[in-house]
């Protein structure tokens, strides 16, 4: 008699009610172990793995990129079924995989639960399992949990550069156009896509956004940087970017001028004792603002290595809804890019975003010698601003404060 057990899909977040099913990885009728991968979902904000509740034979109910409510039933797994005789040749192991059973990892946490990508990794990284704490489902350990206690492990020297904060994605494949075509083709837009899409309206419509313009003198972040850069990497294990000073400058201004760093909720005015600093992150599905909590108590290194975790998971579709959630004020980074000159949309209900932008080197009178013209490194800066809770005056301060700190990097370690 049939045992059955529904494969339904997780909730991502409490303000998630629907996700897209992915491509299956195992065919309807396929053996399949528990705890094996079964498909990625994608929500409106992050990717989420599903797993086989049980060993048994598939039964797929629902159809790869449709939408599916959270807790739906989209496969069954009849789990009386006999296992078919050679049907772990079916899924061919690697060198590592094979060598589980023996490697210091599986040895060490035999019943450490993990998802299949995470503890493929572990085992070929030599990471042992009982010592990562897992962030999943019932403290299941995930991928990004091995890539953390990867980093963490990892030599200094062996460290990888620096992930820029909004680095460009990997284009898509794109099909070859025969030259005079005029076809056409459509493609479902990506959850995250039509979320971004709605969100942009919506921070259109509810806000009334304006922005203001600066202009930094890149030369002695640029210095600092050349100057200690191969130190800092060897101590850290990471680059030292852009990004870090931005961020602590961002900070202290919001520090400063603390209506920056507020909401308008209602009638009132909901002010913040933090800085929970957002980081606008480019991939091939669109673009994510995951937070980076406290920021104005983190070090220099820990922005730059918590960028970088951030851009990495990003485009493996491994952030989580928590921490794309929550942040008071967003950095964005289009100079990557090119841009010289952009006016960021604001992320509501937060009330400012900094948006950076490309360096370049322009004549402009030397600030040692009034009078002369020197070619200095110069960034354009904007601030885009929600004029119902912030006034003229406070956002050209607000953004003349970062341009302060980081044209006099000692500012900020000085904490003026």
């Known amino acids: 008699m049939a045992q059955i057990t529904d494969v339904k899909i997780p909730s991502p977040g409490e303000s998630i009610t629907e996700v897209r099913l992915g491509q299956w990885k195992r065919g309807d009728g396929d053996w399949v172990e528990k705890d094996e991968l079964l498909n990625e979902i994608e929500s409106d904000k992050a990717t989420l793995e599903l797993l086989a509740p049980a060993a048994g034979v598939l039964r797929v109910k629902a159809e790869s990129g449709s939408d599916q409510k959270v807790g739906a039933a989209v496969a069954q797994i009849d789990t009386a079924a006999s296992k078919p005789a050679g049907s772990g040749a079916a899924r061919p192991m690697g060198t590592a995989a094979a060598a589980a059973a023996k490697s210091p990892a599986a040895e060490a946490a035999p019943n450490q639960k993990a998802t299949p990508t995470a503890r493929k990794m572990a085992e070929e990284h030599g990471i042992s399992l009982a010592g990562v704490q897992g962030s999943g489902p ?47 083709r459509r493609e479902k837009m990506p959850k995250i896509r039509q979320r971004i899409a709605e969100r942009l309206l919506e921070s259109q419509q509810t806000t009334a956004t304006l922005t203001t313009f600066n202009e930094v003198d890149m030369t002695e972040v640029m210095a600092l940087r ?9 101590k850290h294990g990471i680059g030292l970017g852009l990004m870090s000073f931005f961020v602590k400058a961002a900070c202290s201004a ?53 960028v970088r975790d951030f851009a990495t998971r990003a485009r493996d579709g491994k952030l989580t809804v928590d921490e794309m959630t929550g942040g008071t004020f967003t950095v964005s980074n289009g100079g ?38 020197a070619l200095r490194p110069m960034m354009f800066i904007a601030l885009s601003y929600d004029h119902r809770i912030i006034d003229g005056a406070e956002s050209v301060g607000f953004l003349k404060h970062i341009k302060d700190c980081v044209e006099r990097p000692e500012r900020l370690l000085l904490g003026l």
């Open 138 to 184: 019932a403290g299941r350990v995930t991928r990004a949990d091995v890539e953390g206690a990867m980093g963490k492990h990892a030599p200094a020297e062996a460290a990888p550069s620096a992930v820029p904060a909004a680095a460009a994605p990997k284009p898509a494949p794109v099909p070859a156009i025969v030259p005079g075509s005029r076809g056409s």
């Open 226 to 234: 050349a100057k200690h850069k191969e130190a800092f990497e060897k």
């Open 254 to 306: 919001l520090r400063a001028y603390p209506r920056v760093n507020a909401f308008i909720i209602g009638d009132e005015i909901e002010y913040h004792d933090y800085c929970d600093v957002a980081v606008a992150v480019g991939t091939d599905r669109g673009l994510v603002v995951p937070v980076l909590r406290n920021a104005d108590a983190m070090s220099f290194a820990q922005v730059e290595l918590a």
């Open 336 to 373: 990557v890019y090119g841009s010289l000159m952009a006016t960021p949309i604001l992320n509501p209900p937060q009330s400012g975003i900094l948006g950076m932008h490309a360096i370049k080197k322009r004549a402009v009178e030397d600030p040692d010698h009034p009078g002369q013209i």
